[in-house]
């Protein structure tokens, strides 16, 4: 059967020799020839082999590229762009390198000039943000912030990288015609986050709005009666679960 089919035997432990009477040439593509075996018996495609340099063999025409050798290139350059041939698609005017193997991926011929720059592909291949984006909803957004409402406010000094600031933050500052500072707080007093009402909103910090979120509760009266046994806040305050300060300051002014 390799006989037959144009592939010499070879010792145990080697693949066969492919031989030049079952190969036949099909087009020649810049240069380095393309080949496919021609036998009934055999449906072998030598497009896949590599070139000892690591070029690619073989450029194969594509929807988004659609050309094989440099002239169909050049063709379809100058239907598609104004910009010269050989400058940079983004129209800074620069002379674009050669390409030296062939990148399916890209459109790149060996030996011609690629499209971009480098990096300058991404000036006129960026999405487009703001009004021009396609999922533009108005820059009100309520995604990946904790359930806290968000507005996008470019030129805020204390806006995010992609110029969003929470709700709430601007709300207090419409009422206190100010900028908040990064270590002042606003809290919600129903606990809705998305109720942004200047009545609902409290100016705070830290500490104070950890103590809105997180009351401790303790039992004065037991707490009375433990520091007058003469116990201390840390012994009182590891009887009832909290911390010695959270006594102290329960304490102050109790009777």
Request: aromatic residues 8%; charged residues 25%.
């Amino acid at each position: 059967m390799a006989e037959a089919c144009g592939i010499d035997k070879a010792p145990a432990g080697h693949m066969g020799r492919i031989t030049s009477a079952a190969v036949t040439q099909v087009d020649d593509l810049g240069g380095v020839p393309f080949f496919t075996l021609s036998h009934p018996c055999v449906s072998i495609d030598l497009s896949t082999i590599h070139h000892r340099r690591g070029k690619d063999v073989s450029m194969r025409p594509s929807e988004k590229f659609p050309y094989s050798n440099a002239d169909e290139y050049r063709a379809w350059w100058a239907e598609n762009t104004d910009v010269p041939y050989g400058e940079c698609w983004c129209g800074c005017g620069e002379r674009t390198s050669l390409s030296k193997v062939r990148v399916a991926r890209n459109g790149h011929l060996a030996g011609e000039p690629v499209m971009y720059v480098r990096w300058h592909g991404a000036r006129v291949q960026r999405k487009p943000n703001g009004n021009g984006s396609p999922s533009w909803r108005g820059g009100r957004s309520c995604s990946h912030t904790g359930g806290y409402v968000r507005r996008h406010c470019p030129g805020h000094p204390f806006a995010s990288n992609n110029n969003y600031v929470f709700e709430h933050r601007l709300a207090m500052e419409d009422h206190l015609d100010r900028y908040l500072w990064p270590w002042e707080l606003v809290h919600h007093k129903n606990r809705d986050k998305t109720d942004n009402r200047i009545g609902n909103l409290e100016l705070t910090n830290s500490s104070e709005h950890a103590k809105r979120h997180n009351p401790r509760k303790i039992d004065l009266k037991m707490a009375a009666r433990l520091r007058g046994l003469g116990w201390n806040d840390v012994r009182i305050g590891k009887l009832l679960g909290v911390h010695s300060s959270t006594v102290l300051r329960g304490l102050r002014g109790y009777r």
